[in-house]
């Protein structure tokens, strides 16, 4: 009798692995250059000041032990500084939750705040790693579109007006990924009407309001409405490898988080999360460092840009890149950026087709392209390699 094989959960249907990590696992030769990741630039971590911080928090073997499922209290003092700051309001400790990396605080969110079939709208094109959570967690998933003041509102005004309840609206308010546009501060205040006059959350998604190059970002939609949960992260502006960041979110929905989080991980890893909490808190360092930061991304990105405008002209359309890390890129010829890549990567040059972001179909004359690993140098090499894929 042949051994039976017991099942998976049917909520593995229909789930794809990323696009974008399973590109990266084919650009790792040294001759791509690498357009296709989101990676911040390891050579502008902070290490050295890292091991500094990691040497004084192992000084107490104390603080080796397990930590509250909310996060290292100490760290998150520290967030309710910053992001009392950035609200324009004292944020109480209880609304800071601490998480494994936000990408862990949007899956418990869509644990604690949806029901299989439950409404989700995000936005087209729509953030990779958004669009696995909720397609996991069995959501019913409607996309609205961007435009150059981030995600069209008005349109999510009709759906609503037509009789959609969404249980979440989910924005990548800044520097948006992949699209690299802003929501504006209009558009803020009305998603924040929004929410409050239908009874809807705003997860709001900010890993990238501090890598702005001319001006600071808009208030965070956060400010306008209690509805509103917002998240951040370390991960650029410090490193990944620290795996921090944080919710902020009424009192009811980080007990409920946590209430999940004491059954998924028990807590988070004391040793990074004080790591974390020495660099945030020494506010004159950390401003230089992400100053240093932002200058080098902005250079990068008017290198890119500039490249990309140069070589093709009215042939494309790219974002400005005030911010982030990503410009996205749409044909006007037509160009299919998905038939496009094989001839890309023959030349030594690797992006993500926009169709990976798309919620069903769609956007496969655009591209999105990461500007932060390389030199402008490097570039501008990179341009004229896509160049000569396109035959020109």
Known sequence: MSPLTPPLSRRLDGLQSSAIRDLLKLTVRPDIIGLAGGLPDEQLMPRDRIALAAESALADRSRLQYTESAGWRPLREVLTVRESARLGRDVPIEEVFVTHGSQQALSLL???????????????????????????AQARIVAVPLDAEGMRVDVLAELLAGGERPAVVHTVSNFHNPRGVTLSPERRAELANLAQRYGFW????????????????????????????????????????????WMVAPDAVCRAVELLKQGADLCGSALTQQITAELLAETEWLDAHVDKVRRAYGERAQALVGALRERFGDRVVSTDATGGMFVWVDFTDGTDTVDLLPRALEHGVAYVPGSAFAVASGNRASMRLCFTTSDAVTLAEAVDRLGRALGD
Do not use: C, H, M
């Open 110 to 136: 869509a644990e604690v705040l949806l029901d299989p079939g439950a409404l989700v709208v995000v936005e087209d094109p729509a953030y990779v790693g958004a669009l696995q959570v909720f397609r996991a």
């Open 202 to 245: 705003v997860i709001e998604d900010d890993p990238y309001g501090e890598l702005w190059f001319e001006e600071p970002s808009p208030r965070p939609v956060a400010t306008y409405s209690p509805n509103v949960i917002r998240l951040s992260s370390s991960s650029k502006i410090l490193a990944p490898t620290l795996r921090t960041g």
